[in-house]
């Protein structure tokens, strides 16, 4: 009977992967984005505030640095900081309440992912924001606790507008934050 001749599996030799794993990490220098009170991702507490004032813009954001790229985005203005697509927070059984400006050179408007909201209210292609108009948007948190999001659905453009940032959350709970 014959031994085994290849040699027994020894340990990971870990100092490659450690030495890669350095480098990996000097190369990343842009920080994990974070929802925070203001830019990219910002917390916006809906519960118990008046109507939104939101607008549908072009914006140049550097994710990057010296990489701009040319967005699509949702904007809100909180005490003259820009919150970008902003993380919508509510509380069930609040009415969300938000009056959209579209500043685009095309139409859209905004459709509330996975919440239960009248079909006028609710962002249908017949329902399209024109250039330069304004809609309100009006309607009842019904949903339970989970996250949603709002996205365009705009008529064969759905797909472009969100590529190009056309898109974020909508949470149904509560925001244990103070945004003033
Ligand atoms: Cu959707």
Do not use: C
Not at 29 to 40: A, E, F, K, M, R
Not at 49 to 72: D, Q, V
Not at 126 to 136: N, Y
Not at 146 to 165: E, F, I, M, N, S
Request: aromatic fraction near 8%; glycine fraction near 6%.
């Amino acid at each position: 009977m014959t031994q085994p001749t290849s040699p027994a599996p020894r340990p990971r030799d870990l100092r490659a992967s450690s030495a890669s794993r350095s480098a990996n990490a000097e190369r990343f220098t842009t920080p994990l984005l974070l929802p925070g009170q203001s830019g990219v991702l910002a917390l916006l507490n809906a519960s118990a505030a008046p109507p939104l004032r939101m607008t549908i813009r072009r914006r140049r954001l550097e994710f990057l640095p010296g990489k701009p790229s040319a967005m699509l985005v949702y904007e809100v203005d909180r005490h003259g900081a820009a919150l970008i697509n902003p993380v919508l927070v509510i509380r069930q059984g609040e009415t969300f309440a938000a009056d959209v400006t579209n500043h685009l050179d095309e139409a859209t408007n905004i459709h509330w992912h996975g919440l239960s909201v009248d079909w006028q209210m609710d962002g249908h292609p017949l329902q399209a924001i024109a250039l330069g108009a304004t809609s309100s948007y009006l309607f009842p948190v019904l949903d339970r606790s989970v996250t949603y999001w709002y996205h365009p659905h705009t008529h064969l453009r759905t797909a472009w507008q969100v590529y190009h940032g056309l898109a974020g959350f909508f949470l149904v709970g509560h925001l244990a934050i103070e945004d003033g």
